[in-house]
Nanobody
């Protein structure tokens, strides 16, 4: 069994920063893709950033490119999402998702087997 848990959400002002973390525990995989999705009220869940576990490939959506940065702590099995210059439109529940055994970043939510419960990010203007 694999557990994925997010942490680090909160309420901030526009222009502020937050750092989310995603810790994976339980069964380990030699390869996987770890992605961050977000879902705002009334909208679909969409991918915002992703990395292969090796770090050889990363992805950022156009809406966050240049503002969000992924980093990894392999010793802790944790991936961080540094979110800078936050905007009100970044307000959403942020989910961490794991696609085990994959080397390819995929933006389709249904391919991810393991999900965290989500963490709320609220950005006020």
């Amino acid at each position: 069994q694999v557990q994925v848990a997010e942490a680090g959400g909160g309420s901030v002002q526009a222009g502020d920063s937050l750092r989310l973390s995603c810790a994976a525990s339980g069964r380990t995989f030699s390869e996987y893709v770890l992605s961050w999705f977000r879902q705002a009220p009334g909208k679909d869940r969409t991918i915002v950033a992703a990395t292969t576990w090796s770090g050889s490939s990363t992805y950022y959506s156009d809406s966050v490119k240049g503002r969000f940065t992924l980093s990894r702590d392999t010793a802790k099995n944790t991936v961080y999402l540094q979110m800078d210059s936050l905007k009100p439109e970044d307000t959403a529940v942020y989910y961490c998702a794991l696609n085990p055994g994959s080397r390819r970043i995929d933006g389709r939510a249904h391919v991810y087997s393991f999900w965290g419960r989500g963490t709320q990010v609220t950005v006020s203007s």
